[in-house]
């Protein structure tokens, strides 16, 4: 596989529970940020997958296109953008795509 050169490529962060302003901020800037937390399947609504992992992550990206890529690439099987076309806009990530994703971050 062709990688982009060094400058095409986006850069993913990892934010801890407690930094979700700053990997908002992250993604604003150009970037993805990855905002890992526990505790999700206590949300009403939580996708199947949060609720059978410990730990969960919003992956935050400006750029429809590249987050949707970036979650395909992941493994995310049915790609589904929460609130799309806002400042917030995210793919939720567990199991192994948030393994992979984590990896990445470095």
Avoid: W
Wanted: with cysteine.
């Amino acid at each position: 596989m062709c990688r982009p050169p060094a400058e095409k490529r986006v850069r993913m962060m990892r934010f801890a529970e407690r930094d979700y302003k700053a990997a908002l901020a992250f993604a604003a800037g150009g970037g993805q940020g990855l905002h890992v937390f526990t505790g999700a399947a206590a949300h009403p609504g939580a996708p199947v997958c949060f609720k059978r992992s410990e730990g969960a992550a919003h992956l935050f990206d400006g750029n429809k296109g590249r987050l949707l890529a970036t979650a395909k690439a992941l493994g995310v099987r049915r790609v589904k953008i929460e609130l799309e076309g806002t400042d917030r806009q995210h793919v939720d990530l567990c199991g192994g795509p948030l393994r992979k994703a984590i990896g990445m971050c470095g």
